[in-house]
């Protein structure tokens, strides 16, 4: 169920894999999505198993490739519309789905969160916005969790869109496999945390290269893993 994962501080994080799931076709092993065409029946069961090995409710969110941030103090009856949800509550634990997108987990002095970044949102700013909404509520020093999602050399993009992403983030411009115009999202990820004064781990792997993560970016139709964090975990 999960590719990597740690407790520290009574703070759990981990990424899940495809495997102990129920899924299957394109969408084969822990897909998570209920957005991507799988049967619903198999994802409900999939989510099951995840709060199940968590041990509370996990909130997803509605995510919007943007910068809202939305800030939880227990299981909301929706999934908020954002791309980043943060809580100093012990009772729910917080997931972001990506399949190449980066996922985040954050800890801080009672406070996590969890920040789904793909290119808009790394552009939007997304990364500082959390931080400054983590501040607010009194996050202090903060540790970040970098998931794995697609490397720089696997996505290449149009050379107008990797310009505007190095104008917010110049370490993002890269080359891929043959020599094209590639954006690291990553890259630019780690960047704004540690800017904002974060420190940083990233965990290893591209989704398009490990067979065992969701990647849209290499099979198009698939399934979502997730980035999970949750306080009070012993």
Avoid: K
Avoid at 155 to 160: D, I, N, Q, R, T
Avoid at 197 to 219: F, I, N, Q, T
């Amino acid at each position: 169920m999960f590719a990597w994962q740690e407790t520290e501080s009574g703070v759990l994080r981990a990424v899940t894999d495809r495997s102990e799931g129920v899924s299957t076709g394109r969408w084969s092993g822990l897909n998570l999505g209920l957005h991507v065409d799988d049967d619903e029946a198999a994802v409900r069961e999939n989510r099951r198993r995840l709060q199940e090995r968590v041990g509370r409710p996990v909130v997803y969110m509605d995510q919007c490739h943007g910068a809202e941030v939305a800030v939880i103090d227990g299981e909301p009856a929706t999934a908020p519309s954002c791309d980043a949800v943060v809580t100093t509550s012990e009772d729910v634990a917080l997931a972001v789905l990506v399949a190449d997108c980066v996922p985040i987990l954050l800890r801080g002095n009672g406070v996590v969160a969890a920040v789904h970044a793909g290119r808009p949102g790394m552009v939007a700013g997304v990364v500082p916005r959390t931080l400054e909404v983590m501040a607010g509520l009194g996050a202090g020093d903060v540790d970040a969790v970098v998931g794995p999602s697609v490397c720089g050399r696997c996505y290449e993009v149009p050379a107008a869109m990797r310009d505007d992403a190095a104008a917010v983030q110049p370490v993002s411009a890269t080359v891929s496999w043959t020599g094209t115009p590639a954006i690291d999202v990553a890259a630019g990820v780690v960047a704004q945390l540690r800017d904002g004064g974060a420190s940083v781990r990233w965990v290893p792997g591209c989704s398009r290269e490990r067979d065992d993560l969701y990647s849209y970016r290499r099979d198009g139709t698939t399934g979502r893993f997730a980035g999970v964090v949750a306080r009070g975990v012993r």
